[in-house]
C-alpha cells in the first residue's frame, strides 16, 4: 500500500512543479559532486534508496541505521546538510508552484475563500448587512520572535534568490538568457550548499526586529494596497480607482518584537525603544520614496487639470515656510502643482525621519491631510482616475502603518507586576527588576508623545489570575505621575483554570476606575487574549480546544451582557500543538458571536516568513482570513454552529474529561521530564540559536516552566507529534465505545465546524508523525511501559480518526498536503536516521571533547533539516 500510494502521489506530481525539483535536485547533485567527489552523492544516493526501501517493506529499519552508522562524522554531517538543502529547495519549488496555482486561478471568477465569494454571499442577505459588516471589519495580524524560525536569515536570503531566478525561468526567456539563469541557479544553490546553516552566534532583540522588517520591506508595504483594492473591487464591480473607494483599511498589524519580556530578560525598556525607531525608519523611508515616485509619475498640467484653491493655498504657504526647497521643486515641475506638492510632501517624510523638527510632519494625521488635498483637487478637476488611483493607495498605507508601522505591544509576567507594586508601595529601595518595569512604562509614554498614543498603548499582563493583575499595572503607571501613558492593560489568560474564570476577572476589571475610563475614552471597546500554547501543554490538544472554544463562547455572552465591544486575541503558534493549523478554518469554527467581524492573532516565526514572504501567498492570505472573519460574523453560520455546539455539548464534555485524563496521566508520570529530555533533542535545541528567549522561564527543568515552543519542536523532531494528537484516541474511545458506535461521533464531524477542524488538525499531526521512526527515539528513554503507552495512544487515535472521518487512509481528502507529506517521509527518515547516530552518542556519554563537538554538529544540522522537511518547528 506505502509503494503504491508513494508511486501514485509521484505520478501525480504536476508537471511544471516535477520539473522544477528536477532542476533543482540535479544542481543540487552536481554541486554535491563538484565539492565532494562523486562518493558524497553516491552515499547520499545510497541513503535515499535505503529509506525509501524501508518505507516499501523491501528492507529493514535497520538498513538505514547501519548505513548511517558506517560513516565517518564527517561525512554524515555532509550527507545530513545535503538532506537539508535539498528540503530547502523543494520547499522553494512547492512555494514557487503555489503562486503559479494562485495566478492560473486568477481568471476574474470568483474563487472559494475569496473576499468577492464572501461579499457576493453576504449580499445575498441585504445590503445593509453587508455594509455594516465591512463596517466594523478588522483584521490584527501581530508579529511575534517567539523562536520557531529555524533558518538563518542568510539562508532566507539565498532561497529568495534562486526563487527570483525560478520566476525568471518561467517567464519563458530566450536561450542565451535561459543559459545565463541557470548558469547563476548552480552559483546560488552551490553558495546555499556552503553557506552555514545554523547560526553560530546568539540572536539579540534587535537582530528579531531587524529579521521582521525584511517582511514589511519585501512584500507587507507593498501588498496592502492591493488587498484593499480587491475588496473595494468586489465591494462596487470593476470601476474601483474611478471613484471614491467603499472600502476601508481594516488591517492593522501589530507586533511584540523588541516589546514581549515575559521571560526574556534581554528585551530592556531602551530596547523597546530602539524597537519603535527602527520599525519608523523603515516605514518613513518607504512612504517617502512611494510618495517620491508618484510625485515624478503624476505629470498633470496645469492646463488639463486645474489645482484647487486648497491646494493652491498649500503650496503657497509651503513656499513662505522652505522658499528655496519649493522653488527649486518648482523649477523642476513648471506647471505641475500636484506633482509639486507631493514631491514637497516626500521631502517632508525624508524630513520626518531625520528629526528635522522645521520641516517634518508633526504626525501621520499632517500627511494624510496633505495627501487627500491632492486626491480632492484631482477629483474636483475631473481626474478621477488619478485621484483614486495611486494615490488613494498611498492613502491606505499611511492610513495602515502611520508612522510606526506596527502597533507595539508589551507583555509581562503577573507576577512581576506583583513584586513591583509591593516596593512602590512601600516606599524604599526597589529592585533592578522594579525599575525596569517603570522605565519600560515612561519608553510607553515616550513612544506616545513621539508617534502618537495608537503606535504603542496595548500593555498585555501574561497569566492573569485575577482583576488584581490588571489593576497592579495601572498603579504601576500611576505611580509615574504626569509622565504616565495611556494604556490599555489586557488579560492574558492561559491555563486551563485561567480560562475558566476568564468572565469573573473581567466583571472584576469593570470595577477598576482606570479601565472604566478607558472604556468611556474608546467606546466601551475591551481587548482580552488567550493562549493557546500553554493550554495545550496542560490539558492537551483536545481538552485545550474545547476549553478554548468554552471560553469564548462565555467571553462573547459576558461582553453582550455589559455592552462592551470584544476583541478577542488568539494567541497561537504555528505548530498543530499550539493552535496552528489553516487560518481560515479556524475562523470559522470559534464560538458564534466570539468573531462579530473582528479577527486578532498571532503570527509567529516560520509562520511569517511563510504568510508574508510572497505578495501572491500573503494577498492569498490575508483574503482568506478576511473572507472567513467575514462569513463567521453572519448570522446563518453563527446559528448553524451555535445549533451544532448545543446538540453536540454532551459528547464534547465526555471526550475533553477522557483526552485530559489520558494526557495528564502520562505527563504527570515519575519521572516523565527526564525520560522525555532523554528520547528527544529538547535541550540541544537551546544550540540552534532561532532566537533571543531562553527555552524555560526559570531555572527549573520541570516541564511546568518549559515553554510551549520547544515542547512542540522536541517532540515533532522525534517524529511522535505528541502535543498535536495525544489523549484524542482516548476520547473518541470513550464516546465511542472504543469504536463499537461511532454514528455520534461521525455526525458531529459532518455538522459541527470545530469538531471538524480538531479532528483534520489532528489527522494532519498524525500524518506527520512516523511510528516506526518515534519508536526508535523512545527506545533511548529505557522506559518501555512509556513507550508502550505512547505508541498505544497513537494507534487508538489513528484508528479512530480514521473511523470517524471515513477515510481509508490520513489525509485522503487533502490531496495536496497528501502528496507532500507522502513523498517528503522517507527523506525525513534519512535526516531522523542521522539524528539518531549523534542522539545515541551522546546519550551513551562521548570522552572526547572533538568527537562530541562533530556530534553535536550533525544532531543540530539534523534537527535543522528535519524542521525544513516536515516544514513545522514550535
Known amino acids: 500500500m506505502a509503494t503504491k500510494t508513494r508511486d501514485t502521489f509521484r505520478q501525480d506530481l504536476p508537471e511544471p512543479l516535477r520539473r522544477d525539483v528536477r532542476l533543482l535536485g540535479a544542481m543540487l547533485g552536481d554541486g554535491l559532486v563538484e565539492y565532494g567527489g562523486p562518493g558524497l552523492l553516491d552515499d547520499v544516493e545510497r541513503l535515499r534508496r535505503a529509506v525509501i526501501a524501508a518505507r516499501r517493506g523491501e528492507a529493514s529499519g535497520d538498513e538505514p541505521a547501519a548505513l548511517v552508522a558506517g560513516w565517518t562524522l564527517e561525512r554524515a554531517e555532509q550527507v545530513a546538510r545535503a538532506f537539508t538543502v535539498y528540503f530547502h529547495l523543494t520547499n522553494l519549488a512547492e512555494e514557487h508552484h503555489r503562486i503559479r496555482t494562485l495566478r492560473e486561478r486568477d481568471t476574474g471568477d470568483t474563487v472559494p475563500g475569496s473576499v468577492a465569494a464572501a461579499v457576493e454571499e453576504i449580499r445575498a442577505t441585504g445590503e445593509d448587512r453587508l455594509d455594516a459588516l465591512v463596517e466594523g471589519l478588522e483584521f490584527r495580524p501581530v508579529f511575534t520572535a517567539h523562536p520557531t524560525e529555524a533558518r538563518r536569515r542568510a539562508v532566507v536570503t539565498a532561497i529568495q534568490r534562486i526563487s527570483d531566478l525560478m520566476t525568471r525561468l518561467d517567464a519563458g526567456p530566450g536561450w542565451t538568457e535561459r543559459e545565463e539563469i541557470e548558469r547563476a ?17 546568539q540572536m539579540d532583540p534587535l537582530d528579531e526586529v531587524r529579521t521582521a522588517m525584511a517582511a514589511f520591506d519585501e512584500t507587507i508595504f507593498r501588498v496592502v494596497p492591493r488587498i484593499y483594492r480587491t ?12 471613484r471614491p473607494p467603499k472600502a476601508r483599511p481594516y488591517l492593522r498589524f501589530g507586533s511584540w518584537i523588541g516589546g514581549d519580556r515575559d521571560g526574556n530578560p534581554y528585551v530592556t525598556a531602551q530596547v523597546t525603544r530602539d524597537a519603535v525607531m527602527i520599525q ?9 520614496a512611494a510618495c517620491g515616485r508618484i510625485g515624478r509619475e503624476l505629470t498633470v498640467n496645469e492646463a488639463t487639470t486645474p489645482a484647487s484653491p486648497d491646494l493652491r493655498n498649500a503650496l503657497a504657504a509651503a513656499r513662505t515656510a522652505h ?12 506647471g505641475e502643482p500636484h506633482r509639486q506638492f507631493l514631491l514637497h510632501a516626500a521631502t517632508r517624510i525624508a524630513a520626518t525621519r531625520e528629526r528635522d523638527a522645521d520641516l517634518a510632519y508633526a504626525g501621520p494625521d499632517e500627511l494624510l491631510a496633505d495627501l487627500r488635498t491632492v486626491q480632492d483637487s484631482l477629483a474636483a478637476a475631473g481626474a478621477p482616475r488619478q485621484a483614486y488611483g495611486r494615490v488613494q493607495q498611498l492613502i491606505w498605507q499611511v492610513e495602515t502603518f502611520g508612522f510606526h508601522l506596527a502597533e507595539l505591544e508589551i507583555r509581562q509576567h503577573s507576577e512581576l507586576h506583583e513584586k513591583a507594586l509591593a516596593e512602590v508601595r512601600a516606599g524604599g529601595e526597589r529592585s533592578e527588576t522594579t525599575e525596569e518595569i517603570l522605565e519600560t512604562l515612561r519608553v510607553v509614554a515616550w513612544i506616545q508623545r513621539r508617534f502618537g498614543v495608537r503606535a504603542c498603548h496595548r500593555y498585555i499582563v501574561s497569566f492573569t489570575r485575577s482583576a488584581a493583575d490588571i489593576a497592579g499595572v495601572h498603579e504601576l503607571a500611576a505611580s509615574l505621575g504626569d509622565g504616565a501613558p495611556v494604556l490599555d492593560v489586557i488579560p492574558l489568560f492561559e491555563t486551563g483554570e485561567d480560562l475558566e474564570r476568564a468572565p469573573s476577572v473581567l466583571d472584576g476589571m469593570l470595577e477598576i476606575p482606570a479601565v ?17 500554547s500553554d ?5 492537551g490538544p483536545a481538552s485545550a480546544t474545547l476549553r478554548l472554544y468554552d471560553t469564548q463562547e462565555a467571553l ?10 470584544l476583541t478577542l486575541f488568539h494567541g497561537r503558534g504555528g505548530s498543530l500543538g499550539r493552535g496552528g493549523g489553516p487560518a481560515n478554518r479556524a475562523i470559522l469554527a470559534q464560538a458564534p458571536g466570539s468573531v462579530a467581524g473582528r479577527f486578532k492573532v498571532t503570527e509567529q516565526g516560520e509562520v511569517i516568513f511563510a504568510r508574508y514572504g510572497h505578495g501572491e501567498i500573503a494577498k492569498r492570505h490575508v483574503e482568506q482570513v478576511t473572507s472567513a472573519v467575514l462569513l463567521a460574523s453572519t448570522d446563518a453560520v453563527q446559528d448553524r454552529a451555535r445549533a451544532a455546539a448545543d446538540r453536540f455539548r454532551p459528547l464534547a464534555d465526555r471526550l475533553g474529561e477522557a483526552a485530559r485524563a489520558a494526557f495528564r496521566a502520562l505527563i504527570e508520570t515519575d519521572g516523565f521530564a527526564a525520560w522525555f529530555a532523554r528520547v528527544s533533542p529538547l535541550e540541544e535545541i537551546a544550540e540552534l540559536r532561532i532566537g533571543s528567549r531562553p527555552a524555560r522561564r526559570k531555572a527549573a527543568r520541570g516541564l511546568e516552566d518549559l515553554r510551549a515552543i520547544p515542547w512542540v519542536f522536541a517532540w515533532t523532531q522525534t517524529r511522535v507529534n505528541l502535543p498535536g494528537w495525544y489523549g484524542l484516541g482516548s476520547g473518541l474511545a470513550a464516546v465511542s465505545g472504543d469504536g463499537a458506535d461511532l454514528a455520534g461521533l461521525r455526525d458531529a464531524y459532518e455538522t459541527w465546524p470545530l469538531f471538524n477542524t480538531l479532528l483534520d488538525n489532528a489527522e494532519m499531526s498524525l500524518a506527520k508523525s512516523d511510528r516506526a521512526i518515534a519508536e526508535r527515539y523512545l527506545a533511548l528513554g529505557e522506559r518501555p511501559e ?43 527518515d534519512a535526516l531522523s536516521h542521522l539524528q539518531l547516530r549523534a542522539l545515541q552518542a551522546l546519550r551513551a556519554g562521548v570522552a572526547d571533547d572533538d568527537e562530541r563537538a562533530h556530534l553535536e554538529n550533525l544532531l543540530l544540522l539534523s534537527v535543522n533539516g528535519v524542521a525544513a522537511g516536515l516544514q513545522n518547528t514550535g
Do not use: C, F
Request: charged letters at 35%; proline letters at 2%.
Open 280 to 288: 519608523a525608519d523603515h516605514v518613513l523611508r518607504a512612504l517617502e
Open 185 to 201: 541557479l548552480r552559483e546560488e544553490i552551490d553558495l546555499l550548499w556552503r553557506t552555514a546553516l545554523r547560526r553560530e552566534a
Open 556 to 565: 462573547a455572552a459576558w461582553a453582550a451582557r455589559n455592552g462592551v465591544t
Open 535 to 539: 493550554s495545550a501543554k496542560q490539558l
Open 231 to 242: 475588496l473595494d473591487r468586489a465591494l462596487d464591480g470593476g470601476d474601483t480607482g474611478a
Open 516 to 532: 472604566r475610563r478607558r472604556l468611556d475614552d474608546t467606546g466601551r471597546r475591551l481587548e482580552v487574549m488567550l493562549g493557546y
Open 786 to 828: 512509556l513507550t508502550e503507552t505512547v505508541l498505544a495512544e497513537y494507534d487508538r487515535t489513528r484508528r479512530l480518526v480514521l473511523a470517524v472521518t471515513g477515510h481509508e487512509r490520513l489525509l485522503e481528502n487533502r490531496r495536496v498536503l497528501s502528496r507532500a507529506v507522502e513523498l517528503r517521509n522517507p527523506y525525513v
Open 323 to 334: 522658499p528655496e526647497r519649493v522653488r527649486e521643486i518648482a523649477k523642476r515641475s513648471p
